[in-house]
Structures are given as structure tokens and as C-alpha cells.
């Protein structure tokens, strides 16, 4: 029988933007095993109504739950903001749940005061405000300046980073006047890091850029050691990549999210 300590941690996001998530716990957390889905035939949540994210998420999170893992990881900044308090309800005492919000705040309350910090991210996330209600809530003197940038994730997910299409389109949205001043910009979608180096390259290393795959991956190592909940019996690490619907074009894709080749195995949501 596997100890609670040695179940996996599960991951899920709408696609394929997670896997930024997964390679960073991968990368903290060598010793825990993953169990990952990715919600291919949903895809993308961003543009999704709020019930709809919500009926989503507890499904997948009963796959993980019944996958036996201690603790489940929303890797996505729209379920996130639209599915988190339901999620944490929902499994009650079953499993851990964390988001990629909290993270990214706590870390904002730790390095940051009285000064000005941009947002980007998908539109359900901007519109959700909850960036906004919870950075006001620290009482920091922090302003916030939010757009969304819906042209951002299709570029990636087509491939186009890191060459001229995706650097004007980034420099378009990070242009904009509102964002005159900003001490540190939040990159408030998983699919982001892997423009983080040309939005970096924008700034000319004047203004931090916050990823949120890291800190949630450190974050989590906190959490779980706080819990007692790490694994401690290395060797037996094992990870598994599910998805709700399969291309052998996302399958290539995932070698880009997560660094390294994974085997995609299939998991319809609804039958």
C-alpha cells in the first residue's frame, strides 16, 4: 500500500500551459511523482463561462482523486480564479488543493511595497479581477495595472515564440502607456514563461518579470513540507500525462511546455 506521503501530486490545466507548472515541481520537487491532465477538448479555459470551468475542474479533479493523489495543483490562472473555492469544498479531506494565484501573491506581499506592478493574462483571469481584490487586500500601497492579452496563448500554442510575429505582438500589449513605471510585470497565464525571455528582453532588465510556474513550484515544496507530506522514498518516482482529447500535434507540443518528451494517454472527460 502506498504511504500518503509517496502519492503523486496532481496537476491540471485546460491544455497544454500546465506543463510549465509541472516542468518547475518537476524541477523543485525531484522526488514526487506527477499525474497530469491537461484538458484538451476544452481548451481554452480563458474564454470559458465560470460554471462551465467549474463543472470541468471537479471532473478532472475526481480523476486525480481517484489516481490517489495527496494533493491537487489548478495550474491554470482561469480556473484558478473561477474554480478554486468550489474545488477546495469539493475535496474537502481527500486532498490538498493549490492554485497559482496565492503563490504569486504571497510572493508580491513578501517582495513588493508602495510601488506599481503590471498583469497580463487571459480574459476571464482580468475580468475576474481577483488579482486586483487580493493585491488590495495586503494593504501595501500596491497599484495594479491589468490587461489581457488573449492574442498571447494561440501564438504559443501555433508555435510562434520566440521570433519576430511573437516579439511584435508582445510588443504591442507591453507599449501600452498604462504600464509606464512598472517595478515588476506578472505573467498571469502558465503558457507565458516561454515568452518570458523576450518579455524580459523588452524591459532590458528593468523590470522583474514574475512567473508564476516557479513560485507555485516552490510554493508547493513550503506547503508540503509544512504538512509533512513530502516523499520520502526516493526511486519511485513515476509520472503520467493525461488528456481529455488527443493530436499527435499536441503530443510534439508538450516536448516544448515540459522540456522533455512525454507519452500523452487518452482520458475522455465525458464518454
Not at 40 to 65: F, M, N, R
Not at 73 to 95: D, F, M, Q, T
Amino acid at each position: 500500500m502506498t504511504s500518503k506521503k509517496a502519492k503523486p501530486v496532481g496537476i491540471f490545466d485546460s491544455g497544454i500551459g500546465g506543463l510549465t507548472v509541472a516542468h518547475a515541481i518537476r524541477n523543485v520537487l525531484p522526488e514526487e511523482s506527477m499525474i497530469y491532465f491537461g484538458d484538451t477538448a476544452h481548451l481554452p479555459y480563458g474564454d470559458k463561462s465560470e460554471a462551465a470551468v467549474q463543472a470541468y475542474s471537479v471532473k478532472i479533479a475526481d480523476v486525480l482523486l481517484n489516481r490517489g493523489c495527496k494533493v491537487i495543483v489548478i495550474a491554470c490562472n482561469s480556473a484558478s480564479s473561477a474554480a478554486y473555492e468550489l474545488l477546495k469544498e469539493y475535496v474537502g479531506s481527500r486532498a490538498k488543493v493549490v492554485n497559482v494565484i496565492d503563490p504569486m501573491i504571497n510572493y508580491v506581499k513578501e517582495k513588493f511595497n508602495a510601488t506599481k506592478i503590471g498583469l497580463i493574462g487571459t480574459k476571464r483571469t482580468i475580468q475576474s479581477n481577483i488579482y486586483a481584490t487580493k493585491i488590495d487586500q495586503l494593504g501595501q500601497g500596491i497599484d495594479l495595472v491589468s490587461q489581457a492579452t488573449p492574442l498571447l496563448v494561440p501564438m504559443i500554442e501555433e508555435g510562434f515564440f520566440n521570433n519576430k510575429i511573437s516579439s511584435e505582438i508582445i510588443d504591442e500589449y507591453l507599449s501600452d502607456a498604462m504600464f509606464e513605471g512598472i517595478e515588476a510585470l506578472i505573467l498571469g497565464c502558465t503558457h507565458y514563461p516561454l515568452v518570458k525571455k523576450q518579455i524580459e528582453n523588452y524591459y532590458q532588465g528593468k523590470v522583474q518579470v514574475l512567473d508564476s510556474s516557479e513560485i507555485t513550484a516552490r510554493y508547493l515544496k513550503s506547503f508540503l513540507q509544512e504538512l509533512d507530506m513530502l516523499n520520502q522514498q526516493p526511486g519511485l518516482v513515476e509520472d503520467h500525462f493525461l488528456v481529455s482529447d488527443y493530436t499527435e500535434s499536441f503530443e510534439a507540443s508538450t516536448k516544448i511546455f515540459f522540456r522533455q518528451k512525454v507519452n500523452l494517454e487518452k482520458y475522455p472527460l465525458w464518454d
